[in-house]
């Protein structure tokens, strides 16, 4: 019963600013907006307050900021929240885009030799930390991407496919996403 994990991948950034719930994590102003929200819950589907929600992912152009540090604002697409008693989480990011990792080098020759396309589905990155609880790395996917079903890390679950729907107001796109953590 609890939320499945997925790759942590190469992109992650230690100490992320600490946002206040509900702020704007796309520094660039770039990509369709995207409201995320949820609560972190144990296995008995109890908030768990306390709970850290690290999140990161690339911008509308399909590279993370640390990829390109002279010309995304630090810390784009990034930030860490607290839940409160209620467990709650949410912020305001940009609806994910697919992007190929880079296939440069020998990743890129392997996957030439094996025939595939280097790309990942668009997808969010969280890190999911809490005390008492195992950690959470995963994603949440964009259901309505063409590379799901051959991502190009294996990364994708059916169970973090989640549903993207149209919302009204300044954010055009609304997503809800629980996490589920196990005690240690």
Known sequence: ??????????????DAPIREMGANISLDGKGEPCLYQ??????????????????????A?????????????????????TTGADGAYSFVGIKPVSYPIPDDGPVGKMLAALGRHPNRPGHLHFLVTAPGHQKIVTHIFDGEDEWLSSDAVFGVKESLIAPFERADGDTPWRVACDFVMVAT
């Open 38 to 59: 949820g609560r972190v819950l144990d296995l008995n589907g109890q908030p768990i307050e306390g709970a850290t929600v690290d999140v990161w992912s690339d911008n």
């Open 61 to 81: 152009d399909g590279y993370y900021d640390v990829q390109q540090p002279d010309i995304q604002p630090r810390f784009n697409n990034r930030g860490r929240f």
């Open 1 to 14: 019963g609890a939320t499945e994990n997925s790759v942590f991948g190469p992109f992650h950034v230690a």
